[in-house]
């Protein structure tokens, strides 16, 4: 089970930290990422962690502003975003699954969060 939360209503230029919990399943052995979904647009990827977080992978619209972190201990995974722009507002939503490396296209996570609701005000 994944359980994101962290979301919430801010204004371009501010942070937000997102948090993904995962019950029942041992982040050293599956990968992780972030990814989201605008209003009437399909869900894209932001940036996934390897099952060992030596491999790291940013969509380009995130270098930069974004940096993805695990903590296998604590079995989480954070999303800082930084610098936030209104065409970030989105559903974020937290996955993990057996990929290789930092792979991050979403279909080939197998669970899933729930989401939750960034809104960047301008």
């Known amino acids: 089970q994944l359980q994101a939360s962290g979301g919430g209503l801010v204004q371009t230029g501010g942070s937000l930290r997102l948090s993904c919990t995962v019950s029942?399943?041992?982040?050293?052995?599956?990968?992780t990422g972030w990814f989201r979904q605008a209003p009437g647009k399909e869900r894209e990827g932001v940036s996934c962690i390897s099952d060992n977080a030596a491999d790291i992978h940013y969509y380009d619209f995130a270098k930069g502003r974004f940096t993805i972190s695990k903590d296998s201990a604590k079995n989480t995974v954070t999303l800082q975003m930084n610098s936030l722009k209104p065409e970030d507002t989105a559903v974020y939503y937290c996955?993990?699954?057996?990929?290789?490396?930092?792979?991050?296209?979403?279909?080939?996570?197998?669970?899933w969060g729930q989401g939750t609701l960034v809104t960047v005000s301008s």
């Open positions: 029942g399943l041992d982040l050293n052995s599956y990968g």
């Open positions: 996955a993990a699954g057996r990929v290789d490396g930092s792979s991050c296209v979403g279909p080939v996570y197998g669970f």
